[in-house]
Structures are given as C-alpha cells and as structure tokens.
C-alpha cells in the first residue's frame, strides 16, 4: 500500500502564498498519477489539481491561474504552489496516489487563510 504525508499548510493572509508537498511511497513513483482535493468545513470535497505520469496537468476552476502542480520523481515528491490565496481557499488540503486504479490518500494538511 502506497503511504502519503502532507506538509506545508499553516496560515497565512489574504493574497499571500504557501507551499504544499506531498511524500508518496513505493519504488513507482513516477506512474503515480497525483493531485490535491480540498474540503472546507461544510462543504463538499473539492478537485484543486493533478499531475499525471506523464506530467500532464489539470485545476479546478477556482484556482486556476493562482497554483501550480509540480512532481520531482528523485524525490518522490508533488507540490502546490499555492498564489494570491483568499479566505475562500481555506481548507484541508489532501494529497493522493492514483495507482493502478486505486487511489491513496494522505491524513490532510490545514490550510487557513485570515488576517
């Protein structure tokens, strides 16, 4: 089974930026496809992005233009740059590893955007 732990969140305010990592397991990283879902506190989970093994990318609409996926395969490793945050965007943030049709999922990381 595919372990993932997510780093990074924290608070920060209104227009400013964080970064997000994520650590995959697992010998096969590079197949891996990646991505980052959000869920704000009474809402439904939300797509932000993902990174396919090919490099590939796709955002949600909110956040399109703002961050950025990227995956370093020598480390195992998938970022979110994350731009010109809003109060709308805070949330927990979870990683997963889509592998071989099944999806691995970290515990989350907070991010909270306030003044």
């Known amino acids: 089974q595919v372990q993932v732990v997510e780093s990074g969140g924290g608070l920060v305010q209104p227009g400013g930026s964080l970064r997000l990592s994520c650590v995959a397991s697992?010998?096969?990283?590079?197949?891996?496809?990646m991505g980052w879902y959000r869920q704000a506190p009474g809402k439904e989970r939300e797509f932000v992005a993902r990174i396919t093994r090919s490099g590939s990318t796709n955002y949600g609409d909110s956040v399109k233009g703002r961050f950025t996926i990227s995956r370093d395969n020598a480390k195992n490793t998938v970022s979110l740059q994350m731009n010109s945050l809003q109060r709308e965007d805070t949330a927990v943030y979870s990683c997963?590893?889509?592998?071989?049709?099944?999806?691995?999922w970290g515990q989350g990381t907070q991010v909270t955007v306030s003044s």
């Open positions: 997963y590893a889509g592998v071989s049709g099944r999806d691995s």
């Open positions: 697992g010998r096969f990283f590079s197949s891996y496809t």
